[in-house]
């Protein structure tokens, strides 16, 4: 063994951590961040299926107001829809829905949800009567907390049917606003895209983000709908996609800048807090190849900061720690960096390696709290 290096077997735990990371930046982030672009809205494509865009909403009467003026100018050649679910609201989105199904009577529909039945999942529930009410073979899904990033959203994610494709994927990102929480938010968006968009775009789809999806009413039927996990609060798209993976069902990626949605993030560390509970919860329900390749990946950025902890203790470790530390961090950060470009989800570089440290501490807390409180609410 060469005298320089250190003779604790924690050191090859963290190269062995670091090796890993490299592996997954190199083989799917980095080449995701690169991949050629996406043919643009003006070139000619197949833009004359009709296409149904389904928002479910609970309580979003101001969000509401926002979103539908913007979903009724998308520019799409070929004929669409908006189906808006009202789940339960108890604000005046059923009257607003109304007044514009009676202005736009062949673009609005409402659907109107006045219970749920017991031990259903709400939203799933919501989405399943708005699925079944759509009158076209494609169906558009986002939030309404979103708002699409241009008037070409429609068009192009649509189009990743045609390559071909029974589900497309998109990317949803969130407002840049002041803030330590809004960065941690973005990195934390950026990331996870990074790993489901990547990951389908390498042939080995696992999740979608029902703020950007899409998926045919074929599939939906090839899945049985939401039947897998109907009493499962969460998992109306992750869920979802796995079960239509298991069913064959092919998938596609659209994740250029104007086919992207953009969302109001959280404003307090309680509020985003309680949405990644509800996000996370649904992993224990994945495919174990997708459990095995996304718990490699987190486990080994965890093991790596607590192996590099216990690493600085010993001051015989500092200089090959120090230089183990500056090449994952460069890679890593300039990977992150290009990712964040490309995805227009556009962070400081200074603060990735932060943000990095702070996003699996924050994750291992998650899943500590997930293991001793499995307790989750839909709005």
Same mark, same amino acid.
């Given at each position: 063994?060469?005298?320089?290096?250190?003779?604790?077997?924690?050191?090859?735990?963290?190269?062995?951590?670091? &090796?890993?990371?490299?592996?997954?930046?190199?083989?799917?982030?980095?080449?995701?961040?690169?991949?050629?672009? =996406?043919?643009?809205?003006?070139?000619?494509?197949?833009?004359?299926?009709?296409?149904?865009?389904?928002?479910?909403?609970?309580? =979003? !009467?101001?969000? !509401?107001?926002?979103?539908?003026?913007?979903?009724?100018?998308?520019?799409?050649?070929?004929?669409?829809?908006?189906?808006?679910?009202?789940?339960?609201?108890?604000?005046?989105?059923?009257?607003?829905?109304?007044?514009?199904?009676?202005?736009?009577?062949?673009?609005?529909?409402?659907?109107?949800?006045?219970?749920?039945?017991?031990?259903?999942?709400?939203?799933?529930?919501?989405?399943?009567?708005?699925?079944?009410?759509?009158?076209?073979?494609?169906? !558009?899904?986002?939030?309404?907390?979103?708002?699409?990033?241009?008037?070409? *959203?429609?068009?192009?994610?649509?189009?990743?049917?045609?390559?071909?494709?029974?589900?497309?994927?998109?990317?949803?990102?969130?407002?840049? =606003?002041?803030?330590?929480?809004?960065?941690?938010?973005?990195?934390?968006?950026?990331?996870?895209?990074?790993?489901?968009?990547?990951?389908?775009?390498? @042939?080995?789809?696992?999740? @979608?983000?029902?703020?950007?999806?899409?998926?045919?009413?074929?599939?939906?039927?090839?899945?049985?709908?939401?039947?897998?996990?109907?009493?499962?609060?969460?998992?109306?798209?992750?869920? !979802?996609?796995?079960?239509?993976?298991?069913?064959?069902?092919?998938?596609?990626?659209?994740?250029?800048?104007?086919?992207?949605?953009?969302?109001?993030?959280?404003?307090?560390?309680?509020? *985003?807090?309680?949405?990644?509970?509800?996000?996370?919860?649904?992993?224990?329900?994945?495919?174990?190849?997708?459990?095995?390749?996304?718990?490699?990946?987190?486990?080994?950025?965890?093991?790596?900061?607590?192996?590099?902890?216990? &690493?600085?203790?010993?001051?015989?470790?500092?200089?090959?720690?120090?230089?183990?530390?500056?090449?994952?961090?460069?890679?890593?950060?300039?990977?992150?960096?290009?990712?964040?470009?490309?995805?227009?989800?556009?962070?400081?570089?200074? *603060?990735?390696?932060?943000?990095?440290?702070?996003?699996?501490?924050?994750?291992?807390?998650?899943?500590?709290?997930?293991?001793?409180?499995?307790?989750?609410? *839909?709005?």
């Amino acid at each position: 063994m060469l005298p320089y290096l250190p003779k604790s077997p924690v050191f090859w735990l963290l190269l062995a951590s670091v &090796l890993v990371q490299l592996f997954y930046a190199a083989y799917y982030f980095w080449p995701f961040a690169r991949r050629p672009a =996406e043919a643009p809205a003006d070139a000619p494509g197949p833009d004359s299926e009709p296409v149904s865009i389904v928002v479910c909403a609970r309580n =979003e !009467l101001d969000n !509401l107001r926002r979103l539908l003026p913007l979903l009724l100018q998308q520019d799409y050649p070929g004929t669409f829809e908006v189906v808006l679910i009202d789940d339960r609201s108890r604000d005046e989105t059923q009257l607003y829905a109304q007044q514009l199904t009676q202005y736009y009577p062949e673009k609005v529909r409402l659907v109107t949800v006045d219970r749920t039945p017991e031990g259903f999942a709400p939203k799933k529930y919501a989405l399943t009567l708005g699925i079944k009410a759509a009158r076209h073979a494609r169906l !558009l899904f986002t939030d309404a907390d979103c708002i699409p990033a241009t008037n070409q *959203w429609l068009r192009l994610m649509q189009r990743g049917f045609a390559r071909p494709a029974e589900v497309v994927l998109g990317f949803s990102a969130y407002a840049e =606003e002041p803030g330590f929480l809004n960065k941690l938010i973005r990195f934390e968006t950026l990331l996870t895209a990074a790993q489901y968009l990547s990951f389908a775009w390498r @042939g080995r789809p696992y999740m @979608g983000v029902g703020r950007n999806l899409a998926y045919t009413r074929s599939c939906f039927q090839a899945t049985k709908g939401f039947a897998s996990h109907i009493r499962q609060l969460s998992g109306d798209d992750d869920l !979802l996609v796995q079960d239509a993976v298991k069913a064959g069902q092919r998938v596609a990626v659209v994740a250029d800048a104007s086919a992207h949605t953009l969302s109001e993030p959280a404003a307090t560390w309680g509020a *985003w807090w309680r949405q990644k509970r509800r996000h996370l919860s649904a992993g224990r329900s994945y495919r174990l190849p997708d459990r095995l390749r996304l718990g490699i990946f987190i486990m080994a950025n965890v093991l790596y900061y607590f192996t590099s902890f216990y &690493l600085a203790l010993f001051p015989e470790n500092w200089v090959p720690l120090v230089i183990v530390w500056a090449v994952r961090t460069l890679f890593v950060s300039a990977v992150y960096a290009r990712l964040s470009r490309r995805l227009q989800q556009t962070l400081p570089v200074g *603060w990735l390696p932060l943000l990095d440290v702070i996003y699996f501490i924050q994750y291992l807390a998650l899943g500590i709290s997930l293991f001793l409180n499995r307790t989750l609410r *839909w709005k």
